[in-house]
Every structure is written in C-alpha cells, then in structure tokens.
C-alpha cells in the first residue's frame, strides 16, 4: 500500500494538472487585462504607449512598473508576476502606437490560446494587426 506522503502527492498531481493550472492560467488572463488597461490609461494621457523594441519579461522591468504605476486602480499594491516566474513570464513589447502582452498558459488546450511550437500563448494587443510574436509564423 502507498504511504500517506505518496497518496497525498498523486492527489496534488492529479489537482496541479486540472483546478491549479485553471486558476494559474485564471490569474495570468487577469493580470494581463489589468496591465492592458493601465496601459490604455497611459495612452490617453500620453497619446503613446511605453516604447520598448524587444520583447522584455514584466517581471524584471521595473522601468516599465515606475511609469505605469499611477495608471492602475488606486488602494492596493499591484505586483504583476507569473505564479510560475521565472519558467513563465508576462512578455510586453510595444512600438509606441501598439503594444503587445503575453503569458504562457499551462493548459495546452485553452481556446483562448495560440499554440506556437510545443508552448501555448495567451496575447492581448492594442490592434488585431500588431502581434509581434507571430510575425514569424
């Protein structure tokens, strides 16, 4: 018979493959929807988006915190990180006029997804036509 510490780690197993990947890809759809619309924020304000040429991990870009900052909603401390980072990061590139958001999902089959080799993205753009990431595909 399987130990107590063995049937408790097939059961975290079994949940890490199905709710805790939901609620991870949940959270990363979320996140990216708030830096969307801090970013909008920004643009009417600025009639531009932060300029960044290659793509950056929004976890390491403090730069990019420091300025979007005052366009988040007010009373709560805002840390955008991948629950999974550094393996998973929210990707953010941007020409000035358009930007583009990225995470990776855990869950392959996401329709909300775009499969790019053996990894699935989940993209927000400010323009249906500008999307960097596959302008390769």
């Known amino acids: 018979t399987p130990s107590n510490s063995s049937a408790a780690s097939d059961v975290y ?4 493959n199905g709710s805790f ?8 759809k979320d996140d990216l929807q708030l830096i969307s619309q801090a970013l909008r924020n920004y643009y009417q304000e600025k009639s ?3 300029v ?11 730069n990019l915190w420091s300025v979007l900052e005052p366009y988040l909603p007010e009373g709560e401390e805002w840390s955008f990180a991948d629950p999974k980072y550094p ?10 006029e358009n930007y583009e958001l990225s995470a990776r999902l855990e869950n392959k089959e996401d329709k909300e997804g775009i499969a790019i080799g ?15 990431s596959l302008a390769g595909f």
């Open 21 to 28: 990947v939901t609620l991870r890809d949940k959270q990363r």
């Open 87 to 96: 393996d998973f990061y929210y990707g953010y590139i941007s020409d000035g």
């Open 118 to 132: 053996d990894i699935v993205l989940y993209f927000i753009v400010s323009n249906e036509s500008y999307n960097p």
């Open 13 to 16: 197993k079994r949940q890490d």
């Open 48 to 50: 531009s988006y932060p």
């Open 52 to 62: 960044v040429e290659e793509k950056i991990k929004i976890e390491e870009a403090d």
